[in-house]
T-cell receptor, first 117, second 118 residues
């Protein structure tokens, strides 16, 4: 149980285009989903926290107009990288927290590797 | 503010050696949770363990063991008789309430790259 999927796993796009990444909790309802970014050989950096049905809370320094997050349902959150540029190339990981997890435990998706040419 | 420190950036050991990965944390909260995750080259994070702040019992799971010392704010991870498949980046993480409110965000350490040589 507690499986999180992410799609696509890998995407290559041209500079200036927008890319959407989907994060789904497959066998549980996630009231909260998180989006992380990871640079090579670096730790996970939290970008934003999203709660179902409300606006995402972005971490300091993360451009909300560039990284659009929509948590449309209890099993789906999307991250759209708008007008992508090469510096947006990174590994993006989502996670989901089940409704009843007071411990803060999160279940992670397999990640999406974005390359912007 | 909460903080997790993994001072060891990279560790190399030879297969069958034991290895300990260090994790030191800071939090003002009295109720918090600590986690270890493994990230193999594929990138997917693999959950290893969760420990709450009220449970200081050490835990053993096969070749893995964890030593939680509240007095020193440490949550170290030991792999006994390491194997090549253990090669990965290992992250320690902290979830508390004060810093992140109801969201209970995870704060990750910088990770330790473990390489097990055959």
């Amino acid at each position: 149980g507690a499986v999180v999927s992410q799609h696509p796993s890998r995407v290559i796009c041209k500079s200036g285009t927008s890319v959407k990444i989907e994060c789904r909790s497959l066998d549980f309802q996630a009231t909260t989903m998180f989006w992380y970014r990871q640079f090579p050989k670096k730790s996970l950096m939290l970008m934003a926290t999203s709660n179902e049905g409300s606006k995402a809370t972005y971490e300091q320094g993360v451009e909300k107009d560039k990284f659009l997050i929509n948590h449309a349902s209890l099993t789906l959150s999307t991250l759209t990288v708008t007008s992508a540029h090469p510096e947006d190339s990174s590994f993006y990981i989502c996670s989901a927290r089940p409704r009843d997890r007071g411990s803060g435990e999160q279940f992670f998706g397999p990640g999406t590797r974005l390359t912007v040419l | 503010a909460q903080k997790v420190t993994q001072a060891q950036t990279e560790i190399s050991v030879v297969e069958k050696e034991d290895v300990t990965l260090d994790c030191v944390y800071e939090t003002r909260d009295t109720t918090y949770y600590l986690f270890w995750y493994k990230q193999p080259p594929s990138g997917e994070l693999v959950f290893l363990i969760r420990r709450n702040s009220f449970d200081e019992q050490n835990e053993i799971s096969g070749r893995y063991s964890w030593n939680f010392q509240k007095s020193t704010s440490s949550f170290n991870f030991t792999i006994t008789a390491s194997q090549v498949v253990d090669s990965a980046v290992y992250f320690c993480a902290l979830s508390d309430f004060i810093s992140s409110g109801s969201a209970r965000q995870l704060t990750f350490g910088s990770g330790t790259q473990l390489t097990v040589l055959p």
